[in-house]
Protein backbone atom coordinates (compact mmCIF):
# COMPACT_ATOMS: atom_id res chain seq x y z
CA UNK A 1 0.00 0.00 0.00
CA UNK A 2 1.35 3.31 -0.94
CA UNK A 3 1.45 6.27 1.62
CA UNK A 4 1.74 9.71 1.74
CA UNK A 5 2.76 11.59 4.88
CA UNK A 6 2.51 14.75 5.16
CA UNK A 7 3.86 17.39 8.13
CA UNK A 8 3.34 19.46 9.45
CA UNK A 9 -0.44 18.69 10.26
CA UNK A 10 -1.38 22.00 11.05
CA UNK A 11 0.65 25.35 10.62
CA UNK A 12 -0.88 28.84 11.82
CA UNK A 13 1.87 31.76 10.59
CA UNK A 14 1.33 35.36 10.76
CA UNK A 15 1.16 37.53 7.40
CA UNK A 16 3.99 38.15 5.57
CA UNK A 17 6.21 35.04 6.85
CA UNK A 18 7.35 32.07 4.47
CA UNK A 19 6.80 28.27 5.18
CA UNK A 20 7.14 25.08 3.38
CA UNK A 21 4.78 22.11 3.66
CA UNK A 22 6.19 18.85 2.98
CA UNK A 23 4.83 15.59 1.42
CA UNK A 24 7.33 11.84 1.71
CA UNK A 25 6.88 8.71 1.28
CA UNK A 26 8.85 5.31 0.89
CA UNK A 27 6.99 4.65 -2.63
CA UNK A 28 8.28 5.82 -6.26
CA UNK A 29 4.80 8.17 -7.95
CA UNK A 30 5.24 8.42 -11.59
CA UNK A 31 3.81 11.96 -10.79
CA UNK A 32 2.88 14.12 -7.60
CA UNK A 33 -0.15 16.71 -7.27
CA UNK A 34 -0.62 19.64 -4.91
CA UNK A 35 -4.28 20.60 -4.27
CA UNK A 36 -5.95 23.12 -2.00
CA UNK A 37 -8.84 22.62 -0.32
CA UNK A 38 -11.34 25.25 1.22
CA UNK A 39 -13.94 24.72 4.25
CA UNK A 40 -17.34 23.41 1.71
CA UNK A 41 -15.58 22.88 -1.15
CA UNK A 42 -13.62 20.19 -3.22
CA UNK A 43 -9.78 20.39 -3.61
CA UNK A 44 -8.32 22.79 -6.37
CA UNK A 45 -5.71 21.42 -8.62
CA UNK A 46 -2.79 23.89 -8.45
CA UNK A 47 0.51 22.14 -9.72
CA UNK A 48 1.01 18.61 -11.27
CA UNK A 49 5.29 17.42 -11.16
CA UNK A 50 6.56 14.37 -13.00
CA UNK A 51 10.42 14.85 -13.02
CA UNK A 52 12.53 13.80 -10.61
CA UNK A 53 13.85 16.99 -9.29
CA UNK A 54 11.31 18.83 -11.30
CA UNK A 55 10.67 22.97 -9.68
CA UNK A 56 7.50 24.81 -10.72
CA UNK A 57 6.63 28.62 -9.57
CA UNK A 58 3.35 29.55 -9.58
CA UNK A 59 3.31 33.10 -8.05
CA UNK A 60 4.27 33.32 -4.44
CA UNK A 61 3.93 29.34 -4.52
CA UNK A 62 7.13 26.90 -4.96
CA UNK A 63 6.72 23.13 -5.45
CA UNK A 64 9.44 20.74 -5.69
CA UNK A 65 9.52 17.02 -6.72
CA UNK A 66 12.32 15.02 -5.18
CA UNK A 67 15.01 13.29 -7.36
CA UNK A 68 14.06 10.14 -6.83
CA UNK A 69 10.39 10.98 -6.74
CA UNK A 70 9.19 9.65 -3.35
CA UNK A 71 8.60 12.92 -2.08
CA UNK A 72 7.89 17.10 -2.45
CA UNK A 73 7.50 20.19 -0.95
CA UNK A 74 5.53 23.28 -1.65
CA UNK A 75 6.92 26.51 -0.49
CA UNK A 76 5.00 29.49 0.68
CA UNK A 77 6.85 33.03 0.24
CA UNK A 78 5.19 36.43 2.09
CA UNK A 79 2.12 34.38 2.88
CA UNK A 80 -1.67 35.91 2.69
CA UNK A 81 -4.78 35.27 4.52
CA UNK A 82 -5.86 34.46 1.27
CA UNK A 83 -4.03 30.86 1.49
CA UNK A 84 -5.47 29.84 4.30
CA UNK A 85 -6.77 26.19 3.61
CA UNK A 86 -6.07 22.64 3.32
CA UNK A 87 -3.48 21.46 1.34
CA UNK A 88 -3.14 18.20 0.04
CA UNK A 89 -0.27 16.31 -2.51
CA UNK A 90 -1.55 13.29 -4.28
CA UNK A 91 0.34 10.68 -5.87
CA UNK A 92 -0.30 8.80 -9.33
CA UNK A 93 1.57 5.91 -10.10
CA UNK A 94 1.95 3.43 -13.43
CA UNK A 95 -0.86 2.02 -15.15
CA UNK A 96 -3.48 3.59 -12.68
CA UNK A 97 -2.38 7.37 -12.61
CA UNK A 98 -5.90 8.13 -12.48
CA UNK A 99 -6.08 6.11 -8.68
CA UNK A 100 -4.68 9.32 -6.96
CA UNK A 101 -3.23 8.03 -3.50
CA UNK A 102 -3.29 11.53 -1.36
CA UNK A 103 -1.92 12.38 2.20
CA UNK A 104 -4.27 13.56 4.89
CA UNK A 105 -3.46 17.17 4.24
CA UNK A 106 -1.94 20.17 6.01
CA UNK A 107 -4.25 22.93 7.30
CA UNK A 108 -2.79 26.06 6.69
CA UNK A 109 -4.03 29.31 8.55
CA UNK A 110 -2.32 32.66 7.85
CA UNK A 111 -3.48 35.38 10.32
CA UNK A 112 -3.54 39.41 9.55
CA UNK B 1 -19.43 27.32 -17.34
CA UNK B 2 -21.03 25.03 -14.77
CA UNK B 3 -19.15 22.82 -12.57
CA UNK B 4 -19.62 19.46 -10.78
CA UNK B 5 -22.35 19.87 -8.80
CA UNK B 6 -23.83 17.18 -6.50
CA UNK B 7 -26.51 16.30 -4.16
CA UNK B 8 -27.43 16.91 -1.40
CA UNK B 9 -24.78 18.96 -0.09
CA UNK B 10 -26.08 17.23 3.64
CA UNK B 11 -27.23 14.07 4.18
CA UNK B 12 -28.59 13.00 8.03
CA UNK B 13 -29.23 9.01 8.30
CA UNK B 14 -30.41 6.73 10.55
CA UNK B 15 -28.20 3.63 11.06
CA UNK B 16 -29.48 1.13 8.74
CA UNK B 17 -30.91 3.01 6.12
CA UNK B 18 -30.57 2.92 2.69
CA UNK B 19 -28.26 6.79 1.40
CA UNK B 20 -28.08 7.85 -2.45
CA UNK B 21 -25.72 10.49 -3.26
CA UNK B 22 -26.12 12.16 -6.15
CA UNK B 23 -22.86 13.67 -8.66
CA UNK B 24 -23.56 15.63 -11.92
CA UNK B 25 -20.15 15.58 -13.78
CA UNK B 26 -18.53 18.49 -16.43
CA UNK B 27 -20.59 18.06 -19.66
CA UNK B 28 -18.29 16.39 -21.52
CA UNK B 29 -16.02 14.74 -19.32
CA UNK B 30 -15.62 10.91 -20.00
CA UNK B 31 -14.22 9.89 -16.55
CA UNK B 32 -16.14 10.51 -13.06
CA UNK B 33 -14.51 9.43 -9.62
CA UNK B 34 -15.76 9.19 -6.10
CA UNK B 35 -13.81 9.70 -3.09
CA UNK B 36 -14.29 9.39 0.55
CA UNK B 37 -13.01 11.98 3.07
CA UNK B 38 -13.45 11.44 6.64
CA UNK B 39 -12.05 13.49 9.45
CA UNK B 40 -8.23 12.64 9.75
CA UNK B 41 -7.78 10.30 7.15
CA UNK B 42 -7.48 12.42 3.98
CA UNK B 43 -9.24 11.24 0.83
CA UNK B 44 -9.68 7.44 -0.26
CA UNK B 45 -10.39 6.79 -3.99
CA UNK B 46 -13.58 4.80 -4.15
CA UNK B 47 -14.44 4.22 -7.60
CA UNK B 48 -13.69 5.05 -10.98
CA UNK B 49 -15.64 5.25 -14.13
CA UNK B 50 -14.11 5.94 -17.96
CA UNK B 51 -16.18 5.74 -20.57
CA UNK B 52 -18.02 2.57 -21.60
CA UNK B 53 -15.20 0.79 -19.61
CA UNK B 54 -15.74 -1.51 -16.32
CA UNK B 55 -15.72 0.50 -14.09
CA UNK B 56 -12.61 0.31 -11.16
CA UNK B 57 -14.47 -0.63 -8.10
CA UNK B 58 -11.06 -1.71 -6.18
CA UNK B 59 -11.68 1.41 -3.52
CA UNK B 60 -15.05 0.45 -2.54
CA UNK B 61 -14.89 -0.40 1.44
CA UNK B 62 -17.49 -2.59 1.08
CA UNK B 63 -20.32 -4.70 -0.83
CA UNK B 64 -22.84 -1.93 0.87
CA UNK B 65 -21.25 0.03 -1.17
CA UNK B 66 -21.80 0.54 -4.95
CA UNK B 67 -21.87 3.25 -7.66
CA UNK B 68 -23.64 3.19 -11.45
CA UNK B 69 -23.34 6.12 -14.42
CA UNK B 70 -26.11 6.29 -16.52
CA UNK B 71 -25.68 7.36 -19.90
CA UNK B 72 -21.81 7.83 -19.43
CA UNK B 73 -22.94 11.57 -17.30
CA UNK B 74 -24.98 11.22 -14.06
CA UNK B 75 -23.56 9.20 -11.10
CA UNK B 76 -25.39 7.39 -8.11
CA UNK B 77 -22.98 6.15 -5.28
CA UNK B 78 -25.19 4.00 -2.94
CA UNK B 79 -24.86 3.17 0.79
CA UNK B 80 -26.87 0.02 2.09
CA UNK B 81 -27.85 -0.46 5.54
CA UNK B 82 -25.84 2.59 6.70
CA UNK B 83 -22.86 2.44 9.66
CA UNK B 84 -21.60 5.44 11.55
CA UNK B 85 -18.35 5.01 10.49
CA UNK B 86 -19.76 5.78 7.04
CA UNK B 87 -20.11 9.27 8.04
CA UNK B 88 -17.38 11.38 6.05
CA UNK B 89 -17.85 13.36 2.97
CA UNK B 90 -18.11 11.77 -0.26
CA UNK B 91 -16.52 13.59 -3.28
CA UNK B 92 -17.02 13.64 -6.63
CA UNK B 93 -14.54 14.26 -9.34
CA UNK B 94 -14.73 14.32 -12.95
CA UNK B 95 -12.15 15.04 -16.08
CA UNK B 96 -12.07 15.19 -19.71
CA UNK B 97 -10.15 12.12 -20.26
CA UNK B 98 -8.58 9.27 -18.23
CA UNK B 99 -5.01 11.31 -17.29
CA UNK B 100 -6.56 14.86 -17.32
CA UNK B 101 -6.86 16.93 -14.28
CA UNK B 102 -9.51 16.35 -11.61
CA UNK B 103 -12.10 19.17 -10.88
CA UNK B 104 -13.91 18.34 -7.89
CA UNK B 105 -17.78 19.12 -6.24
CA UNK B 106 -18.02 20.53 -3.13
CA UNK B 107 -19.12 17.13 -1.77
CA UNK B 108 -22.04 15.82 0.26
CA UNK B 109 -21.27 15.61 3.95
CA UNK B 110 -23.10 12.37 4.97
CA UNK B 111 -23.56 11.61 9.12
CA UNK B 112 -25.06 8.52 10.01
CA UNK B 113 -26.87 8.90 13.47
Known amino acids: ?112 | GAGVSQSPSNKVTEKGKDVELRCDPISGHTALYWYRQSLGQGLEFLIYFQGNSAPDKSGLPSDRFSAERTGGSVSTLTIQRTQQEDSAVYLCASSFAELGEQYFGPGTRLTVT
Open chain 1, 1 to 112: TQLLEQSPQFLSIQEGENLTVYCNSSSVFSSLQWYRQEPGEGPVLLVTVVTGGEVKKLKRLTFQFGDARKDSSLHITAAQPGDTGLYLCAGGSGGSNYKLTFGKGTLLTVNP
